[in-house]
């Protein structure tokens, strides 16, 4: 098998153990996101679903498939699609305040704003009610359909709780209830490696988002789990069942 590994460039730079990690497990080669050459399988960490739309038309396995790309990053989208679907959220398209604004593509917590003053919706955006415990909220690690870890992630300065924004991380063990609440998310995506993210409001979790390209820093931080090691084994798996 000849795999592929995309990325933005720069983000394969900042990801570098990661990337290595792939190389090491799979063999793979590292490409950028301009890449369209050939490729038996391709490990798309772009968040582009196009990229992967392209590589699909071909007849060639991508990971993860164009539509949960597509869903993912598209966050008012992902909202609508899970509201329709019966799994709760904090409303959308919230006219009162506060309300966070946060872009429909964004990720990393980059570029979300708590607005405390009324504005116009623009376009581009989501505006959603502020969860009442702010700061706080839950990473649920997917592989194949498989709950592999989860954490909880805290921060006391911002109400924005991304580890890679400073939160503190710690492993979470979810109850009967929150496990259900995942299992039913992940039986309305066909993913291969995600994370599930999750508010917490009257201390309930509520979904948050899909991330696409999910990190794995806390995993290495605060536990034994080779994560990507675990996520290769899925892909070997996979392309020799096809």
Known sequence: MSGVLIYPESEAKRNAFATEKFIKNLGVRLVYDDYRGNADFVINRTNDYKIAEYYESRGVRVFNPSALSRLANDKQ????????NGIGIMPTRYEGLPVVKKPVAGHGGEGVLMLDKKESFEDGFVYQ??????????????????IITAFLRESKTDFRSNFCLGGEANLYILNAEEERLVKRIISLVKADYIGIDFVFNDGNIVFNEIEDTVGAR?????T???????YCDYIRFIMKSL
Do not use: H, Q, T
Request: one cysteine or more.
């Open 129 to 146: 009610k502020v969860s009442n415990e702010p700061g706080k909220d839950l990473r649920v690690f997917v592989i194949g359909g498989e």
């Open 218 to 222: 806390m995993v290495y931080a605060k």
């Open 77 to 84: 989208a992902c909202y609508d699609f899970m509201e329709k």
């Open 224 to 230: 034994d789990i080779d994560i990507i090691k675990l």
